[in-house]
C-alpha cells in the first residue's frame, strides 16, 4: 500500500487545514488508518485513529473536539480535518495504513506510512 499525504501549510493560530492522505495498491476498506505527527525533537505521537468502515474514531486528548478523523473508501482517503489550531500543533503530520479490521493505536502495529506534510501554526 502507498500512501499520499497533502494538505499541510502555514497557518494562523485559530485556523483550520484539512490533511487528506490517498491510498493505492491495497483494498483500502480493509486497513486501518492513523495520523501521527511528530515535531522537532520530540516522538512521534498518534493523533487520530478510524477503523476500516469508519464506526469507531479515536482522538488524543490534545485534539478533541479541535479535529475530526474521516474516511472515505470509495475514493481510498482519509482526511483529518483541523480546526481551532494551536502553535503547539505545528509538525510533520503522517498518514498510517495496517491491515486489520480494528481500530489501533500504537504506531508499531502500523505497516505503511506516508511521507508527512508540514503543518505548521503561527501565534
Known amino acids: 500500500v502507498q500512501l499520499q499525504a497533502c494538505g499541510g501549510g502555514l497557518v494562523q493560530a485559530g485556523g483550520s487545514l484539512r490533511l487528506s492522505c490517498a491510498a493505492s495498491?491495497?483494498?483500502?476498506?480493509?486497513?486501518?488508518m492513523a495520523w501521527f505527527r511528530q515535531a522537532p525533537g520530540k516522538e512521534r505521537d498518534i493523533v487520530s485513529a478510524i477503523n476500516w468502515s469508519g464506526s469507531i474514531t479515536y482522538y488524543a486528548d490534545s485534539v478533541k473536539g479541535r479535529f475530526i478523523i474521516s474516511r472515505d473508501n470509495a475514493k481510498n482517503t482519509v482526511y483529518l480535518q483541523m480546526s481551532s489550531l494551536k502553535p503547539e500543533d505545528t509538525a510533520v503530520y503522517y498518514c498510517?495504513?495496517?491491515?486489520?479490521?480494528?481500530?489501533?493505536?500504537?504506531?508499531?502495529?502500523?505497516?505503511?506510512w506516508g511521507q508527512g506534510t508540514q503543518v505548521t501554526v503561527s501565534s
Open positions: 495498491g491495497g483494498t483500502f476498506s480493509s486497513y486501518s
Open positions: 498510517a495504513a495496517v491491515r486489520s479490521s480494528r481500530l489501533v493505536r500504537p504506531a508499531n502495529e502500523y505497516d505503511y
